[in-house]
């Protein structure tokens, strides 16, 4: 990935007109059959070096994963015209011997990107001041969740950066149990963003439905797997239970 950037940043800064390979983490994941992907932090800053310090970098691995047909996700980052940055989610038919079921995904990006500090907002950031901001998450799940329903999803499954809980006043970011205790409509959410790995978290929303919550450790180690078991009730599906684990890539 460092010597993709080096080469896609030498041609820019040359206006060489060359071309340049498709970026290597969009076609790994393009071989995992991934249907989309949700921004987080450190796709808009980072702490180690100046990898994602020209916004043009980010815009053109979206645009890489675009042409492979996987959706870049975040529901909640804004251009300053108002208009999402990227896709705020998608609804994916899933093939079943009884028919299919329809999965909403809704992503969500912690608005702490910060660098170094998690309490720097996306729009306070050099690169992106005037270009993009972000909007409370839990708020935002809100509006997306009701807009989804219109679409009559079976399932919801929010994919959020962010952690399960703050870890103190400046590290406000990590929300994930107020999402799935605020926000009704999910049925399940993946989060990220503190790198622990988490079976399951069980938790109730304002209805009294169960939400879970899985999150896959760090740097692809894991992947979550959430198992829901559905039926057909005057022809709509029910979901009767629901469970997820982490699993070791091989």
């Known amino acids: 990935m ?34 989309a992907v949700v921004l987080g932090n450190h796709e808009f800053v980072s702490e180690k070096d100046e990898f994602w310090s020209d916004e043009r970098l980010l815009d053109a691995v979206i645009e890489d994963f675009e042409q492979v047909t996987i959706s870049v996700l ?3 980052i804004y251009k300053q015209s108002g208009k999402n940055y990227v896709k705020p989610y998608i609804i994916k038919d899933v093939e079943t011997s009884e028919g299919n079921v329809k999965v909403g995904i809704l992503g969500l990006t912690i608005k702490e990107v910060g660098k170094g500090l998690e309490n720097v907002n996306l ?19 809100k509006k997306w969740v009701k ?3 219109k679409k009559k999803p079976d399932i919801i499954v929010a994919v959020v950066h962010s952690g399960e809980e703050p870890k103190n006043p400046k590290h406000p970011g990590n929300r994930i149990k107020e999402l799935a205790t605020t926000v009704d409509g999910i049925d399940a959410i993946v989060a990220s963003h503190t790198h622990e790995k988490i079976d399951e978290h069980e938790y109730k929303n304002k209805s009294g439905e169960k939400v879970i919550v899985t999150q896959p450790g760090e740097h692809g180690k894991y992947y979550s797997k959430i198992t829901f078991k559905v039926n057909k009730e005057k022809g709509s599906w029910i979901i009767n239970d629901k469970f997820s684990k982490t699993i070791e890539f091989e």
Do not use: H
């Open 74 to 76: 975040s529901a909640n």
């Open 147 to 149: 807009i989804m329903k």
């Open 2 to 35: 460092t010597q993709w950037y080096k080469e896609w940043k030498n041609i820019r800064d040359n206006n060489s007109g060359k071309t340049i390979s498709r970026c290597p983490m969009v076609m790994d994941m393009n071989q995992g059959m991934y249907d």
């Open 123 to 141: 729009q306070e950031q050099f690169q992106y001041k005037g270009k993009l901001y972000a909007n409370d998450l839990v708020e935002d799940a």
